[in-house]
């Protein structure tokens, strides 16, 4: 199994630009997560998804926009990038058993110049 | 609102030294702890999971302890080594009425551990 994976690694951004940050993971967890680490900040949770067709919101999801068309797969789109979107952005998924042990994805790294 | 504090927030010992790491949360009505790693510009990677019913569990050089009445766990790092050297973040998952969790975890800050050859 890959686990959990997430593209790109890296990405500069103009304020004002859009992207997609993509994260698929192939353990067949039916919860997955987007968070982002902000230095001396710790990790705060921006949008996540119970199954596919069903996101909810986190701690911080203003200026993001997520979908779950499938189990696998949950991209985050930012819209109208700003500097204050600058951060560490991991994906995470879990499946929902007794235990629900997380796992994360390697992170992309977003820069808004 | 839980809020999770960890301290010290760096931490540098000299190798083979014993060592502990804490954490401390404010609710405690948690469905489980978690412990992670994390390496420079890399992701998270679990370390150890409590159950709220656990007191302990341990891998290898690793054990973690909780407290849940008191909102405290430690993580214990036996014969530290500068593979050791990294970030340790504790996060917990809250336990909710309805039964079972949220599923939504609140982490730490961290503790920057540094092991000296």
């Known amino acids: 199994n890959a686990g959990v994976t997430q593209t790109p690694k890296f990405r500069i951004l103009k304020i004002g630009q859009s992207m997609t940050l993509q994260c698929a993971q192939d353990m067949n967890h039916n919860y997955m997560y987007w968070y982002r680490q902000d230095p001396g900040m710790g990790l705060k949770l921006i949008y996540y998804s119970v199954g596919a067709g069903i996101t909810d919101k986190g701690e911080v999801p203003n200026g993001y926009n997520v979908s779950r068309s499938t189990t696998e797969d949950f991209p985050l789109r930012l819209e109208l990038a700003a500097p204050s979107q600058t951060s560490v952005y991991f994906c995470?998924?879990?499946?929902?058993?007794?235990?629900?042990?997380?796992?994360f994805g390697p992170g992309t790294r977003l820069t808004v110049l | 609102k839980q809020e999770v504090t960890q301290i010290p927030a760096a931490l540098s010992v000299p190798e083979g030294e014993n060592l502990v790491l804490n954490c401390s949360f404010t609710d405690s009505a948690i469905y489980n702890l978690q412990w992670f790693r994390q390496d420079p510009g890399k992701g998270l990677t679990s370390l150890l999971l409590i159950q709220s019913s656990q007191r302990e569990q341990t891998s290898g050089r690793l054990n973690a302890s909780l407290d849940k009445s008191s909102g405290r766990s430690t993580l214990y790092i036996a014969a530290s080594q500068p593979g050791d050297s990294a970030t340790y973040l504790c996060?917990?998952?809250?336990?909710?009425?309805?039964?079972?969790?949220?599923?939504?975890?609140?982490f730490g800050k961290g503790t920057l551990l540094t092991v000296n050859p």
């Open positions: 995470a998924s879990t499946y929902t058993n007794s235990y629900n042990e997380q796992f």
């Open positions: 996060a917990v998952r809250p336990w909710v009425r309805s039964g079972g969790s949220n599923y939504k975890l609140t």
